[in-house]
Structure formats: C-alpha cells, structure tokens
C-alpha cells in the first residue's frame, strides 16, 4: 500500500517538475526574445517618460515569476527524489 | 557571450554568470544571507558600472530569496509574525539610513564613511560570531567526548536570556521560533538594523541573522529562514527604486536566478545534516574575510598614490574568501553525508555534522 501510495506522489511529482520547468522555459525565452527583438529596450527607453512605472513593474514581476516558479520546482524536484 | 542592449557594447559571459550565481546561491541557501554582497562586486569585476551591478543585484536577491523562503518555509524555518515586526521597523530604518548616507555624500564624504562603517560592523559581527561559535562548538566537543547526545542546536544566549526577561509591555509570542519579546525590542533591532542595511548599502542578512540568534534568541535555521523573508519585501523595494533610475539590467539577474536556484537547494539541503553551529562558523568567517576585503579597499582609497595592488588585492580576498566558503560548504556537507553512512570521519568535525542515529 505504502509503495502504491509514494508511486502516485513520485508520479504527481513528476507531472509537476515538467509543467513547471516548462513554464520557466517560456518564461526565461520570453526575457531572451524581447532582448533580442529590441523590445525590452523599448521599454528601458520609457523610463525617461512617464511609463517608467510600468517598466519597473515589469521586472520586479518576471523576478517574482521566476523566484516562485523556480522556488516550487525546486520542491517538486526534491519530493520526486524523494 | 551576451550582448547587453541596456548596455551599448559590454558583453558578458553566460558561464561566468552562472557560475556567480551557483556560488552565490549556495551561501544564500546556507548561511540565509540575501547575497547582495557576493553579487556586486561580482559583477563589477565582469565589467559592469557600479550602479548597474547594485541594481542588478538587488534584483536578483529579490528571486533568490524567494526561491530560498519557499524552500525553508517547506522545512518549517519561517517565522512570517516575526519577519512581518521585523520588516515594518527595518523600512523606517533604511529610510534613515538613505537620509544619512545622503547627508554624507553631501560632505563629500561617502566612500569612507561607508567603507568605515561596514569594516567596523564586519568586525564586530564576525568576531562576535566566530567566538561565540567556537566557543559553542568546544562545548560540543566535550559533549561528544563523554558519550552525551548531542542536540541539533544549542539556543538562547546570555543576552538572549536578558533581553527576553526584559518587561516592557506589550510582550509579544512568537510561537514558531519560541520566543517571548517585547515588541519594542524588536523594533529598535530591525530598526537599527535598517539604518545599517540603509548606510552601507547591504540587504543586511549578514547582520539581521547573528542579531536574531544572539540578541533575540532564535535558532540557527530559523534564523536564517525569517531573515530571507523580509529580504523578499526590502530587495524588492530596491529595485523598484533603481528600475526607476534605469539601474537594472533583467537578463543577467534572471539567467543568475534560474543558476542560483540549483545553488540555494544545496545549501538548504546542507542545513539539515549539519548543526546551527557550522552555519554560524562559516558565515563568521566569511564576514571576516569580506571585513579583509573592504580594509585593502579603505587604504586603497584613502592612499594618495591609489595602489592598484591594493585594489587588485581586495578582490582577490573578497572573492577568494567566497571560494573558500563555497569550498567548506561542499566538505561539510561531504562528511556530513559519510557519517550518515557510518564511515569514519575526522575528530574535529564530529560536532559540526548531525549523524545518523541523532
């Protein structure tokens, strides 16, 4: 019962670990694209305008998004280690 | 290489971006301090301007610290009720010490008394600590030798004990961390805590931890876990503000982010096979060899000549002395895990490691 059990939790585990590992590789692609693309620095040009806000928001979220997401897959990697 | 539109012509090495923050995450994770003051100076070696590394950095410890709370709030290191106490009088205390420190720069004044400020405070926090845990980890020692089990961490010291006896109504219990306090108590801590934090430009962990196991009596680990929570909320004020003043370059603090997440887990990971004690031992000695760091860049600064060895010097102790940290962590936390296998391990690290039957 107990081996039933730590299997369907390694399992949910798992199922977790790479839809969270795909959400940060979006993510992280997204970052890398708008650099790329010049459309981040779009945004670092509104700092000098009054959507800077907006800007500062932006990076204090993708920094919160990321700290969370890599913060929960990390646990999940843990718990399918066991 | 990336090339670094915010930055017109600076490119960065993506592995050595990584490796700053795998190292960096791994302190953090171990020690609970935010990291800050890995980070900067990091990369103002990698070529950035100075006031880009500190907003980069802060943004940074804003992910960082995150990943480190959900991962110590998991282990049952967080104590949200005391990390709120502590977050609200450490704001009102950066914002003094922003004021001061703005008074100074008006003087002409800043680099010295910031640099004076920090190697006094280093010296003091780190000599403190590292007495006071060698002074804990010979008690152990003599434990060990007369067959006494030891416990995974030895709390309350004399100024813990007179500080929590102190009455000064309304006492506050913070259940998590066992501890009853005056509330005043723990204002005026965080609040001269924040004045530091604010003064020296620092998230502060390196003084909040030592101050919340000295001065208010909690363990090591917990510690540590409380410390990183309010990190989160003051870090992320910082790089609000330095967004703002367009100090932040986002791809290299997500891509340290995403290095340094694997770092923290070790770190953490190392927390529960070794005793508070180690985590103290390595943090004081890691102060202290930051304290050395910053005393080179004093004379370097206060010479007429301006020396470059001197400059050279001091980031060679401030990252070498990192190095050596990071290199303790991983012998630890080695030897931590051959005692859980039962095989033989030196004499001298038996109180530092937590075995298998404890």
Redesign the interface.
């Known amino acids: 019962m107990g081996n039933v059990a730590d299997t369907g939790k390694r399992t949910k585990a798992a199922i977790w670990v790479a839809l969270l590992t795909t959400v940060c590789g979006l993510v992280l692609w997204h970052a890398v694209s708008w650099h790329s693309s010049g459309k981040y620095l779009e945004m670092i040009q509104w700092l000098e305008t009054g959507r800077g806000y907006l800007t500062a928001l932006y990076n204090l979220g993708l920094m919160l998004v990321m700290g969370a997401l890599l913060g929960r897959l990390m646990q999940k990697i843990s718990d399918l280690l066991g | 290489m990336i090339t670094?539109?915010?930055l017109a012509g600076v490119e960065v090495n993506l592995f050595l971006l990584v490796a700053v923050g795998l190292g960096a995450g791994v302190l953090s994770g171990f020690a609970g301090v935010g990291g800050a003051f890995v980070v900067t100076p990091a990369l103002i070696i990698l070529g950035f301007p100075a006031n880009f590394a500190v907003g980069t950095s802060l943004?940074?410890v804003?992910?960082?610290?995150?990943?480190?709370?959900?991962?110590h709030s998991?282990l049952g290191n967080v104590d949200m009720k005391l990390g709120s106490v502590l977050l609200v009088a450490s704001s009102g205390g950066v914002e003094v010490g922003v004021r001061l420190l703005n008074w100074v720069k008006g003087l002409g004044l800043a680099d010295e008394v910031v640099l004076t400020v920090s190697i006094f405070l280093l010296l003091a926090v780190g000599g403190y600590t590292l007495s006071e845990s060698l002074k804990r980890k010979r008690q152990l020692d003599r434990m060990f030798a007369n067959g006494e089990k030891l416990p995974a961490e030895l709390r309350a010291t004399p100024l813990s004990h007179k500080l929590q006896s102190v009455n000064l109504t309304p006492m506050l219990t913070f259940a998590k961390s066992q501890v009853t306090i005056s509330l005043w108590i723990v204002l005026a801590i965080g609040f001269f805590i924040g004045i530091l934090s604010g003064l020296i430009g620092v998230g502060g962990g390196f003084i909040m931890v030592p101050s919340l196991v000295y001065a208010i009596g909690l363990s090591s680990f917990m510690a540590v876990g409380t410390d990183l929570f309010q990190i989160?909320f003051v870090a992320?004020y910082g790089?609000?503000r330095h967004?703002?003043?367009?100090n932040?370059v986002?791809?290299v603090?997500?891509i340290m982010?995403?290095a340094a997440?694997?770092g923290?887990?070790f770190g953490v990971l190392t927390t529960r096979h070794v005793r508070g004690v180690s985590s103290r031992l390595i943090l004081a000695i890691a102060i202290l060899l930051f304290a050395l760091g910053s005393i080179l860049k004093l004379v370097y600064i206060l010479s007429e000549e301006r020396t470059a060895w001197l400059e050279t010097g001091s980031l060679i102790v401030t990252f070498g002395g990192l190095g050596l940290t990071g290199l303790m962590i991983l012998v630890l936390f080695w030897l931590a895990r051959r005692c859980r296998c039962g095989q033989k391990i030196p004499g001298w690290c038996q109180s530092l490691v937590i075995r298998g039957d404890q």
């Open positions: 670094l539109p915010e943004a940074w804003v992910g960082n610290s995150l990943i480190a709370v959900i991962r998991k989160v992320s790089a609000l967004t703002m003043s367009g932040v986002i791809l603090a997500l982010v995403v997440s694997f923290v887990q």
